[in-house]
């Protein structure tokens, strides 16, 4: 593969003229042009992504790094990044974790190599971070926002939904429809947005007259496959509960998928409810009832402030965008 210095040989001039040459900037004579040119057409020259940055400062490439990207939480999210990106001329590079115990390391390292790879900015989505990790990422790329984290001193580079409220939601919604003995699948206790969704859900509980200390309980990883376990658990502790909130859609479709099987009418004996509103929940048996999380909004806006910080632009920005419940089939009136 041909470099520029084999391009500045072949045309007999100096590699800066080169550099300047393929820059399209900097003084250059008219035939230096002409045989710079030759030379790249003859050798088939391509600039190399890294002397594109150096030669221009900018990669017109954001970092997008996640937890993880199996299941269907992430995707929406990515899509409106790319998208958004691809209307302005850019690009991304995404990288990603391997688990949600290794978050924390699998975040750090994926800003690091995002950095690294010439990025111009990065989006960094992961609660796990500390405050001293985020300081640290800010050292390495000052520019960057964060998703559904939030830092003190970071606040105007954090958009996040308001979990609290969204849970509390939840728990009025499924006590409005008369529901008053109730269960819960929780997510995994390292995760910062399960405790605040769950906050918000028992806090709700005593305007209804509801011990939340008393409410069933199982706990999950966010898989479906929890979704089945915590259920399974539940209805052979006690399943006199006639609603079950799952703290993320793939664990109330765990949940509906074991209760099909198992032969209990949703419903008609038990009422299961979500919590984030991704793509799927409205294809289950039934529709799941679920609070929907703006993430592609969430996103965009998070965005548009990066790419703000990044190209001096001034996109809109909105950080107000509320959660709202989607009433669907898989939640009874009763009572």
């Known amino acids: 593969m041909a470099t520029i210095k084999d391009v500045a040989k072949r045309a007999g001039v100096g590699l800066g003229t080169a550099s300047r040459v393929i820059a399209g900037n900097g003084s250059v004579s008219e035939d230096a042009i002409r045989r710079v040119r030759k030379a790249i057409e003859e050798l088939k020259f391509r600039p190399s992504h890294a002397a594109r940055v150096l030669q221009k400062g900018q990669s017109q490439t954001i970092g997008v790094f996640v937890p993880l990207v199996h299941g269907s939480f992430y995707t929406p999210i990515l899509h409106a990044i790319y998208t958004t990106l691809r209307a302005s001329g850019r690009h991304m590079v995404v990288d990603f974790g391997q688990s949600l115990e290794s978050e924390r390391q699998d975040a750090l390292e994926g800003a690091e190599f ?106 999950g990883d966010f898989s479906p496959e929890s979704g089945r376990a915590g259920t399974r658990e539940l209805l052979e502790r006690d399943g006199s509960f006639t609603a079950l909130f799952c703290a ?88």
């Open 114 to 219: 995002l950095t690294d790879r010439g990025c111009d900015g990065l989006i960094v989505m992961a609660t796990a971070l500390t405050s001293a990790d985020i300081e640290r990422i800010a050292e390495r790329q000052p520019r960057f926002v964060l998703l559904n984290r939030s830092s003190a001193r970071f606040q105007d580079r954090c958009f996040n939904p308001d979990h609290r409220a969204a849970g509390a939601a939840a728990a009025r919604a499924l006590c409005e429809a008369g529901h008053r003995r109730l269960a819960v699948i929780e997510g995994p206790k390292t995760s910062r947005d399960n405790t605040l969704r769950m906050r918000g859900f028992e806090e709700a509980l005593g305007a209804y007259g509801i011990d939340a200390a008393r409410l069933a309980r199982a706990r």
């Open 248 to 335: 993320n859609d793939e664990m109330a479709m765990g949940a509906l998928s074991y209760l099909g099987q198992a032969g209990v009418a949703v419903p008609g004996r038990l009422s299961v409810m979500g919590y984030d509103g991704i793509d799927l929940s409205e294809l289950t048996v039934p529709p799941l009832t679920t609070v929907l999380i703006p993430w592609r909004e969430i996103a965009t806006n998070a965005l548009n402030h990066l790419l703000n910080l990044c190209y001096g632009s001034a996109l809109p920005v909105e950080r107000d965008i509320p959660a709202q419940v989607l009433w669907r089939e898989s939640v009874a009136r009763i009572g």
